[in-house]
């Protein structure tokens, strides 16, 4: 059994399909599938099962993949640490950021980082606050950005940048009153379920005396941008980041109700288990200071 052969198998697992997973990893096709075929071989076990086009994991697959993210992972350590030893003049960080962070913040804090590290090869995955905590957790990140507080015990969170939350109503319109009753008649429009976003919401609503089952009617999308433009087509009102609404705002797009709401705080995650390398410090030290 070999690193590759691991690496072909939890790509392969994760998207469950053969040509998806030789795309991610820059390979044909047939080599990605005589991997699998040699690992179950080799071990005289199926790894997936074959139905129609698709594959699926068994439950041997099942539960082979943790075994294999953590041979992998330690694998990366152990990388890491020789790059630390050569002076972190090269290497590769792994980020997952929440949508806020990675379009609106993380980019000038990236530009910085590899102006002084331009050797260091960066990925960034992107989801909302919960998944690129997941990623972490399940150390398919190195680093992880989010907006709001982390709850997840297997994580350190550090407090770095943060950004103010904006109540935003369509142009035009009568959005004054921030009556219980009013709040209840407003269609609301929301980030989807784990978004560090959707949490502020719904603490906001929350001292108001109000909860969601509360609101008259409210509509989920999966993107800041997406509930940006139902708000300014007139669907209805949001709270988000002052990041995402200001350009709109000062075009007359939207309108915004000053609220007391405090500085939202972003984190940095890193597993609270996995010793950080010099490389995840430096760039930890760029977010920080902002040099």
Not at 21 to 40: D, G, H, K, P, V
Not at 43 to 62: E, K
Not at 204 to 217: H, K
């Amino acid at each position: 059994m070999t690193l590759d052969q691991l690496r072909i198998f939890v790509a392969v697992a994760e998207r469950e399909h053969m040509t998806r997973a030789a795309e991610a990893l820059n390979q044909t096709q047939s080599a990605t599938s005589a991997a699998i075929a040699a690992l179950e071989e080799r071990h005289n076990l199926r790894l997936f099962d074959r139905i129609g086009r698709r594959i699926v994991l068994t439950d041997a697959g099942r539960d082979f993949l943790g075994e294999a993210r953590a041979v992998l992972a330690r694998a990366a350590i152990a990388s890491q640490r020789l790059d630390d030893l050569a002076g972190v003049k090269r290497g590769r960080l792994r980020l997952a950021a929440s949508q806020t962070v990675a379009n609106y913040w993380l980019p000038a804090v990236i530009a910085r980082f590899r102006e002084a590290h331009p050797e260091i090869a960066l990925t960034v995955r992107i989801g909302n606050s919960d998944d690129a905590a997941r990623a972490v957790e399940a150390l398919q990140a190195d680093i992880g950005i989010i907006e709001g507080d982390c709850q997840l015990t297997t994580l350190r969170a550090k407090a770095v940048a943060g950004d103010t939350l904006r109540l935003v109503f369509p142009s035009g319109a009568a959005a004054g009153d921030l009556s219980p009753e009013r709040l209840r008649q407003t269609p609301w429009i929301l980030r989807e379920a784990g978004s560090g976003t959707r949490d502020s919401f719904l603490q906001w609503l929350g001292r108001q005396g109000l909860g969601l089952e509360d609101l008259e009617s409210t509509l989920e999308l999966p993107s800041n941008e997406a509930v940006c433009s139902a708000v300014e087509a007139g669907i209805g009102a949001a709270l988000l980041s002052d990041l995402v609404v200001r350009r709109s705002i000062e075009a007359g797009r939207m309108v915004d109700v000053p609220i007391d709401t405090p500085q939202r705080r972003f984190h940095i995650l890193t597993h609270a288990e996995r010793p950080s390398s010099a490389l995840e410090g430096r760039f930890i030290d760029h977010a920080e200071t902002g040099i």
